[in-house]
């Protein structure tokens, strides 16, 4: 997987690129408030994953990348 590091306040992290991620499947009731939550709180994704049982917040913000991200909009056209 390639990796990047990102700067984040006084140390460095790895994330991986979110070209190879996988999608999350959610249900159509964690979609709902997923969508719900963010036009309340924006990318607040800690709270956001608080409010489902089981989701952390890397998969709920991958999640809404993934889903409504302009980098995967071509992906999700051509695969429906």
Do not use: C
């Not at 990348?65 to 695969?79: D, N, P, W």
């Amino acid at each position: 997987m390639a990796k990047r590091r990102r700067k984040t306040s006084s140390s460095y992290s790895e994330e991986v690129s979110s070209i190879e991620w996988e999608f999350i499947n959610m249900t159509d009731q964690e979609e709902d408030l997923i969508h719900r939550m963010h036009r309340l709180v924006g990318d607040r994704w800690n709270l956001i994953a608080g409010r489902i049982p089981g989701r952390k917040a890397e998969e709920i913000e991958r999640f809404w990348i993934m889903t409504y991200g302009h980098v995967f909009a071509s992906k999700r056209t051509s695969s429906h």
